[in-house]
């Protein structure tokens, strides 16, 4: 174990678990509340469920449908199908009322480079309707997932679409072709300063591999051919493979352009690569969580990466409540500006995802070296969670910790449903290898 235990489960945490061990945590957890996911009347997910006085200005009582698509995966692979069924299909419902932009910006009838002018990718989960604030809506990682997640869960046999849900599904290819997304610059997981990133190109791959994985479905294919909008193999083939190519040459790194102000060698948003979407596998996938752990491990979690000013250090102290989670896509240097070296947020979202890496490794090779690594990142995540004497009470899962008035504490984002997911899955996959 790691040298810094902490948190309201730290004496009982081990360097061997048996997954009776792992259930018992598990359970635990659940009595305490931490895998606790209030939806909306729609079915959706708030991306917080923080009861804090600061929430109100965050914004995170809104719908994320990337951080959506994580949750309703997590349950589903928990074997909760209905809970990710009912989320997929009420995004695909808010995905509708997009499908006026999607379809603009294929007849080249709408100016994709213009952010408000994209599909919204964080909405009103209540009322199913945009927000009507300025933000980084270009986000074609957001998009790439929901193709993902949608796809497999029509794939398994789980979601039946109807006819509009098709014709949504058809219009995804043919809008990632019309803004050349493998090359288009878009402000990707973190919502930032637009670049090509390859986080956001492996996703919107992943997310037509699933697609392609329909077109050969006897029920799916056909269903989708009658829209009239779909693609056809030989097009969707040239799509994957403009994306593989880029894929190639930014790989390992986030983002290769010269402007310095886009480049970036590392980035945590890779790891979602190789899980869930499980797009990179063997030399490279290694590379990258290489990487992240040795260049971007902290203490108390994983930065997002190098020179990440959201919830830097002081943040509470140097920005106004409602500044705080602002649109800084267009001018990400004047918030940059107040971080100190070393003072990015150490984010809860990636242990556990490093985690199951690890163990969903020692499941196919069977080496002792990942199964004590899956638990040595088990136990970080587990250690993030809040003290008994928290503002936020004890065992939930912060979006981060960050350093104030030189002390690390989680960020006023607490707790995040997507650290809860993530959580929540590595606990399933422990306890899995476990009883492999």
């Known amino acids: 174990m790691d040298a810094f235990p902490r948190g309201p489960l730290a004496r009982e945490l081990q360097d061997e678990y048996s997954a009776d061990d792992i259930r018992r945590i598990r359970m635990r957890l659940e009595a305490e509340g ?3 996911f209030p939806t909306l009347p729609t079915g959706l997910f708030s991306a917080s469920a923080s009861e804090a006085a600061e929430f109100s200005v965050t914004g995170y009582q809104h719908v994320w449908v990337r951080d959506a698509v994580q949750i309703a995966h997590a349950h589903f692979v928990i074997g909760e199908v209905d809970v990710a069924v009912g989320a997929m299909r009420n995004l695909a419902g808010f995905l509708l009322t997009q499908q006026p932009r999607i379809r603009g910006i294929i007849a080249g009838e709408i100016d994709h480079g213009e952010p408000m002018q994209r ?30 997640m949608f796809s497999r869960l029509v794939v398994a046999g789980r979601l039946l679409p109807t006819a509009a849900e098709w014709s949504l599904l058809a219009d995804f290819p043919q809008y990632f072709r019309a803004i050349r997304y493998w090359e ?3 402000s990707g997981h973190w919502e930032e300063v637009r670049k090509v990133s390859a986080s ?10 699933e697609y392609a994985r329909l077109l050969q479905h006897p029920v799916a294919g056909p269903a989708l051919q009658q829209t009239g909008s779909s693609l056809d193999g030989n097009e969707l083939a040239e799509l994957l493979e403009a994306g593989g190519n880029a894929l190639d040459r930014i790989l390992p ?3 290769v352009q010269d402007d310095p102000a886009k480049h970036r060698r590392y980035d945590a948003a890779l790891l979602f690569l190789i ?31 190098l020179g990440d000013s959201y919830w830097c250090a002081d943040y509470k102290q140097l920005l106004s409540a409602d500044a705080r989670t602002a649109d800084f896509s267009d001018n990400l240097g004047e918030r940059d500006r107040l971080l100190q070296p070393g003072g990015e947020a150490q984010w809860c979202i990636f242990d556990p995802i490093v985690s199951v890496i690890y163990g969903l490794r020692y499941m196919k090779h069977r080496d002792p070296a990942d199964r004590r690594l899956q638990t040595v990142y088990l136990n970080r995540s587990l250690r993030q969670l809040t003290d008994i004497d928290s503002r936020f009470g004890g065992y939930r899962c912060p979006e981060s910790y960050y350093c104030e008035k030189g002390a690390y504490v989680p960020n006023d984002i607490t707790p995040l449903l997507w650290t ?17």
């Open 253 to 255: 790194a986030e983002c």
């Open 200 to 209: 956001s190109i492996g996703v919107v791959v992943a997310g037509l591999v």
């Open 34 to 36: 931490t895998f606790r």
């Open 119 to 148: 599909p919204h990718i964080r909405f009103d989960g209540v009322r199913l309707a945009e927000v009507d604030e300025k933000w980084a809506h270009a986000q074609n990682d957001a998009l790439g997932y929901f193709l993902w």
């Open 420 to 436: 809860q997911a993530n959580l929540r899955l590595a606990l399933h996959w422990a306890e899995l290898a476990a009883g492999a």
């Open 275 to 305: 899980y869930p979407l499980k797009l990179l596998d063997g030399p490279m996938a290694e590379a990258i969580v290489e990487d992240v752990t040795t260049h971007l491990l902290g203490e108390y979690g994983i930065r997002r990466y």
């Open 184 to 186: 288009d610059e878009d």
